[in-house]
């Protein structure tokens, strides 16, 4: 029997353990920082065809309907007038059992966390040594340890785990942009909706058939160091209230309606750490963070997981090394959306929306763009 360690137990280690469950030859443990999870949280996710097929599989179809929606189209619309440009129908990338989905965070989370058995699961880790010798010693809190053949790493964007492995590591870096996320009642149709303004873009879709939908904004702003480390000022009303003021009003959302603002610096990754060892995997955002511009974090974390048991299982890093390849490809594409989204010079606007508009029609662009992350 062979005892893995998964450090973080977020999307990507949840879901991990979830696959682990039907592995009659290894036992795993997850070490997870938190007191306990908050289920009543009520912001939403995206997750695309790819990862809807890996969470089919372990029973994720069998949610209440009435907890997630099934968005059939993405619109885009020009912020300072609320013109649509153009939409892209999602359900070309469907198949009769998996669709697009939308749903609250901790509806996912909860799903997850409910297969793993109370035993396997440590909250209120601190692990403060990994020493590598013939397998892993992890200790915590400077006073037990255990011992383990596999670590896998899933602490998240700020990965301390990562920085404990190894000696050369790169942060992520703020990319100098602000998220601005909120929850908005009321009916906004079933589509995911991107507004793009200047500097700024937000998107709104529903979480579940409740007439609850997800707001999230992307707004460019400098900040200075000291800022950045200034948490309460993320929290403060004044700094809320100018962000919110600094999007371009629309006639189809009232900002007066979003409820329970939260702001956050946006970090991204860039680069992969250099990590050469059969028998530890970063997975997730502490593999790499992207810009949140192609709603892909998520889903590429169940992806990675999923592609490292295939490793593990297989002996070699194939399949993880693959992840990596297409980790790239995304993130690229990520940047370029996040570009465009944000244009402000009205010629630029008036070419985007044009070629906007022939490409969203373009199946062949649309394959090559979407389909081949989406059909993976
Ligand atoms: C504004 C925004 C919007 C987004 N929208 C989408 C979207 O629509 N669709 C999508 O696919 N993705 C989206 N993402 C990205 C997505 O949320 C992340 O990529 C995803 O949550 C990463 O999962 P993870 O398991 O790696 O990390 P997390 O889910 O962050 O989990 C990490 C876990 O590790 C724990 N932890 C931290 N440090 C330690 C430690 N030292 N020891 C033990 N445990 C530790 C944490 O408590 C947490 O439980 C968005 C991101 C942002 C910023």
Redesign the pocket.
Known sequence: MKKIAI?????????FANILNSEKNFEYKI????DN?NFQEG??????VN?IKLLNNIGFKNLPASEVSFPSKVNFIQANNSKKICDIDLTQFNDPLNRYT?LK?STL?EFLFKNVPENQIKFN???TKIENVNNFRITLNENTYEEFDYLII????????KSLILNDITNPKYNFNI?L?AKLIGDYGNDISIYMGSNSHY?IYPVNQNNEY?F?A?IKKKLSSDELRNHSLFKSDKFLGSLRSSLQNTSQISFQNLRELKS?P?YVSSNFANLNKKNIFL?????F??P?SF???????IETANDILKSILNGSNEYYQKRIENISSINDKSKFNHFSFHLSNPISVFIRNNILKFLSKNKTFLENYLGKIYRT
């Open positions: 450090v973080g137990g977020g999307i990507s280690g949840l879901y070490f997870e920082k938190k999870y912001y939403g996710i995206q997750l695309s990862s939308t965070r989370l880790s601190n692990i899933a602490d998240g964007i700020f990965s301390k785990t998220a996320r998107v997800n999230v992307i956050f946006v997975s997730g955002d502490a593999l963070t992207f949140p709603a892909q974090g998520a889903s590429q974390s």
